[in-house]
């Protein structure tokens, strides 16, 4: 088992930023990928950012790209979803996952977080 945990989110106004963590515990960091994932109100869970194991490669949703970077710390065991420029469609329950495998695809994630609220007002 993988333990995650999201911690930073909070309320911003359009054009501020906010910086995701996601603690990991269980299991050896560097055996996994990591994804943040969004969820709006009544929309379907998807794909915001993802990085491997390494750290050396990494993917993002085209409507974050520029605006967002994932990083992780292996040493921390912990990943990290920069976010800039927020705008008010970025609004959503933000969780980030673990798996050997997966990047982009929600459903193929082994281990989850319990999620943070994001709000960006206008």
């Known amino acids: 088992q993988v333990q995650l945990v999201e911690s930073g989110g909070g309320l911003v106004q359009a054009g501020g930023s906010l910086r995701l963590s996601c603690a990991a515990s269980?299991?050896?960091?560097?055996?996994?990928?990591m994804g943040w994932f969004r969820q709006a109100p009544g929309k379907e869970l998807e794909f915001v950012a993802a990085?491997?194991?390494?750290?050396?490669?990494?993917y993002y949703a085209d409507s974050v790209k520029g605006r967002f970077t994932i990083s992780r710390d292996n040493a921390k065991n912990t990943v990290y979803l920069q976010m800039n420029s927020l705008k008010p469609e970025d609004t959503a329950v933000y969780y980030c996952?673990?798996?050997?495998?997966?990047?982009?695809?929600?459903?193929?994630?082994?281990?989850w977080g319990q999620g943070t609220q994001v709000t960006v007002s206008s």
């Open positions: 269980g299991r050896t960091f560097t055996n996994y990928n």
């Open positions: 990085i491997t194991w390494s750290g050396t490669s990494t």
């Open positions: 996952a673990a798996d050997r495998v997966a990047l982009r695809t929600p459903g193929a994630y082994a281990f």
